[in-house]
């Protein structure tokens, strides 16, 4: 039997999910579209994602699985190609949040410690250390990735809500202030797109599927540990962008972009909070590498478990799926081959289409999951039309990260079609 977890350790899991690496990847990325109207940026994401966990709520309560979202996809859809590729898109997503947090882990990490004097060459070495270190520590002992993780959760909301406090505090008089006005705002579009672009920022909350046959008085805790924690997060990153677009000018979050949170920390207090909130960045990455190794692991090995891919992925390489190094492997060639925006586009392109499918699924099953139609239906548009408007933007400006991420997209659907075509050549084959 497998011991029930309450509401904060439930709620502790959508938070450490959301905030692990995205923040500090993503930040200087959102402002660099969003300029002045960055917090409201992430309000339209963390809107997308308040909306989409009440089909994560009703589908939890009604089929209650460690797969989470495999498990939800598979009931709206059966065991089919659609499904098998939208499941298949869901493993590739985390191994393209494995390359953000790996990346953000080799941009942050030469603050503290120069390796060869060569920064760009630093952050890639750097960002292919933590993978393989990360991996190493998965193929050793799963418990010591769940006691990281405790422990990184609370360092990591310390020194962030530190970070708010205290910048707030500082924002008093600031000059950089009236940034935040309207007038310094992007359009309309910009800011939607700038908040879809960090969608990934959010992409977590998700994972309490996983740990719903494990939570204590589902009626009352899955609901709350959903909401509260997308809530909470929310106001979280709100409060983190004021304090940054405040704080700094857009010249120096344009010349730190892919640290700049640990820059932001530095007109209030100097070179202190920028180490401070530089090991706060290394700890949140590692700790999301760390997880999202073990997850991915995790939706391979059930996914093939599903016949969704091949069941070789089933067997094990070193007392571990043998996904564990697939994963691994791929997340490296990602962080040492794209651009951190190609890599945010493509992650919250594969996150949004996931979420519209499981929404989707909520609209379909509205009924055998006792849920309305209207939130899932909203759900479902609002992804649709958040994707759409992410890949028409950023063809234009970042026409790199659109075609890797329709290209992930389309690579998992042909190779599911393939899988699922060889899979019942084979059974005719047999039958003959």
Not at 278 to 291: D, M, P, Q, Y
Not at 321 to 343: K, Q, R
Not at 353 to 361: D, M, Q, T
Request: aromatic letters at 12%; hydrophobic letters at 50%; a negative charge.
């Amino acid at each position: 039997m497998s011991e029930k977890i309450g509401l904060r350790e439930a709620m502790s899991i959508g938070i450490g999910g959301m905030v692990g690496g995205g923040i500090f990847a993503v930040l200087g990325l959102a402002v660099s579209i969003a300029k002045g109207g960055t917090p409201v940026a992430f309000l339209f994401a963390g809107l997308i994602a308040l909306i989409t966990s009440y089909s994560y709520v009703k589908l939890s309560l009604a089929y209650p699985d460690r797969g989470g979202t495999v498990k939800f996809v598979n009931e709206g859809f059966g065991q089919s190609i659609f499904s098998g590729a939208i499941n298949n898109l869901l493993w590739v997503s985390y191994i393209i949040m494995l390359a953000l947090y790996s990346s953000a882990f080799g941009s942050y990490a030469p603050n503290l410690f120069s390796l060869t004097g060569d920064r760009a060459l630093d952050a890639h070495l750097f960002s292919s250390a933590i993978i393989i270190i990360a991996t190493l520590i998965n193929y050793y002992s799963i418990k010591v990735v769940g006691a990281i993780e405790s422990y990184a959760v609370i360092i990591k909301l310390v020194i962030l809500l530190g970070f708010v406090v205290i910048g707030a505090y500082g924002l008093l008089g600031n000059e950089n202030l009236p940034q935040l006005s309207p007038e310094s705002w992007e359009a309309p579009f910009n800011l939607l797109v700038g908040g879809m672009v960090i969608f990934v920022a959010y992409e977590g909350f998700e994972l309490i599927a996983n740990a719903a046959p494990d939570i204590e008085n589902p009626k009352k805790n899955i609901p709350k540990a959903y909401y509260y924690s997308v809530g909470f997060v929310i106001l979280l990153y709100i409060t983190i962008a004021i304090v940054t677009v405040g704080s700094l000018p857009f010249s120096e979050i344009a010349s730190a972009e892919d640290y700049v949170l640990a820059e932001a920390a530095k007109p209030l207090l100097g070179q202190v909070g920028f180490t401070i909130i530089t090991v706060a960045a290394l700890i949140s990455t590692f700790s999301a590498i760390n997880a999202s190794l073990y997850g991915g692991t995790r939706v391979s090995f059930e996914i093939a478990q599903d016949d969704e891919l091949p069941h070789e992925l089933t067997s094990n390489l070193w007392n571990q799926p043998v996904g564990l190094m697939i994963t691994a492997v791929v997340t490296l060639i990602a962080v040492n081959t794209l651009e951190l925006e190609s890599i945010s586009t493509a992650g919250s392109v594969g996150f949004l289409l996931i979420f519209a499918v499981v929404n989707f699924v909520g609209v379909k099953k509205a009924s055998a999951i006792n849920g309305n139609k209207v939130i899932p239906i909203s759900g479902f548009l609002l992804c649709s039309f958040a994707l759409v408007a992410l890949i028409v933007q950023q063809y234009g400006d970042n026409p790199t990260g659109v075609i890797v991420a329709v290209s992930v997209v389309l690579i998992c659907f042909v190779m599911e079609w393939i899988y699922k075509r060889s899979e019942a050549w084979k059974r005719k084959k047999s039958r003959e």
